[in-house]
Nanobody, 126 residues
């Protein structure tokens, strides 16, 4: 059974950096888009970043553009999110997601993804 496991979350001061990693197992996602979403308390899950299977197409939410960088390693079946210049409003649970053969393109909404990790907490203090 396919599984996504995030790691790298934690507590950091504003202006600091964190690197999130997502390891996939049970199947390979090298042919599908993978992305990161986040959900703050009382809010809906929102798009953060996504990357195509080849890495040639990358999209970011406006709120993280220029601060976050998504990357993937298909040989290792992993996707990462480098987060710099963190702000208190980045505080949320961050989720890794993977698309499947039913997906067309590189989705930026949760409905475009079929596999989800359990999430990792990122807390940015002011």
């Amino acid at each position: 059974q396919a599984q996504l496991v995030e790691s790298g979350g934690g507590l950091v001061q504003a202006g600091g950096s964190l690197r999130l990693s997502c390891a996939a197992s049970g199947r390979t996602f090298s042919s599908y888009a993978m992305g990161w979403f986040r959900q703050a308390p009382g809010k809906e899950r929102e798009f953060v970043a996504t990357i195509s299977w080849s890495g040639h197409r990358i999209y970011y939410a406006d709120s993280v553009k220029g601060r976050f960088t998504i990357s993937r390693d298909n040989a290792k079946n992993t996707v990462s999110l480098q987060m710099n210049s963190l702000k208190p409003e980045d505080t949320a649970v961050y989720y890794c997601a993977a698309a499947s053969e039913r997906t067309i393109g590189v989705p930026t909404t949760p409905v475009g993804y079929d596999y989800w990790g359990q999430g990792t907490q990122v807390t940015v203090s002011s």
